[in-house]
């Protein structure tokens, strides 16, 4: 197929800001975990699918199959979806006090 670029399960895009590998970021709709350290301007090898640790607001627990939101005001994940991103779903529970969350990227947000 001469149209074909590539599955698109990471993407290299500029980065919106120094990022460090393993960060999540989030660009108007597309988010994804840095994968390589970047800064402002230059490449960023962005993943947009796949299982990750990511940081979650304290005060929330989440639930196996909950939706995930990222809030980009405090880079982490939230259960509020007021003002928020969605980018995936909590696949292991996750009590309050947990300050990281395991989550599938869907690779798409609404």
Same mark, same amino acid.
């Given at each position: 197929?001469? $149209? +074909?670029?590539?599955? /698109?399960? #990471?993407?290299?895009?500029?980065?919106?800001? $120094?990022?460090?590998?393993?960060?999540?970021?989030?660009?108007?709709?597309? +988010?994804?975990?840095?994968?390589?350290? #970047? #800064?402002?301007?230059?490449?960023?090898?962005?993943?947009?699918? /796949?299982?990750?640790?990511?940081?979650?607001?304290?005060?929330?627990?989440?639930?196996?199959?909950?939706?995930?939101?990222?809030?980009?005001?405090?880079?982490? !994940?939230?259960?509020?979806?007021?003002? $928020? +991103?969605?980018?995936?779903? !909590?696949?292991?529970? #996750?009590?309050?006090?947990?300050?990281?969350?395991?989550?599938?990227?869907?690779?798409?947000?609404?």
């Amino acid at each position: 197929m001469r $149209n +074909f670029v590539q599955p /698109g399960h #990471a993407v290299t895009v500029p980065a919106p800001r $120094n990022v460090v590998s393993g960060e999540g970021v989030l660009i108007d709709r597309l +988010f994804g975990v840095a994968g390589t350290d #970047a #800064a402002s301007g230059g490449d960023l090898v962005l993943h947009c699918e /796949g299982v990750y640790d990511l940081p979650k607001s304290t005060s929330q627990a989440f639930t196996l199959g909950s939706r995930v939101y990222w809030d980009p005001t405090a880079d982490q !994940c939230t259960t509020t979806s007021e003002s $928020n +991103f969605l980018v995936g779903v !909590c696949v292991e529970a #996750a009590g309050s006090a947990t300050p990281e969350l395991r989550v599938r990227l869907s690779g798409v947000l609404n």
